[in-house]
């Protein structure tokens, strides 16, 4: 498995508009785009920083998995997303090691990519995300 980057951080909130404005009004970002993930129960707004970003999700739904979160731990940091070279291949390779995995397959994730989450059983409690973009 290849990791190439540090892809996203993802911030979990109640109200999109409110976050969105600290980060671009407040810190100087500029806001790439919204997009919502129906699969995922989701709206997102990415907001570059370098070769990274921020993903502030927001849920579409009130038993979504980010409503859930918040429910659980209060707004803030969701997860890490680390981009891979070859998404199915690190999955594999995980799998074979005995590494606890959320998604055994990718599935679309926001702008077209390829996604799957490790289990934060399995990464001392934080919830990764492997990305490949395309």
Known sequence: MKILCVDHIGIATSNMDKSANFYTQILGLELAGTEEVTEQKVRTAF???????????????PDGPIARHISKNGE????????????????????????????????????GTKIAFIHPRAAGGVLLELCQRD
């Open 47 to 61: 907001l570059p920083v370098g070769e990274s970003e921020i993903e502030i999700l927001e849920s579409t739904v």
């Open 76 to 111: 803030g940091i969701q997860h890490i997303a680390l981009r891979v070279d070859d998404i199915e291949a690190a999955l594999k390779e995980l799998k074979d090691k005995g590494v606890g995995l959320i998604d055994e397959t990718p599935r679309r994730g926001a702008g």
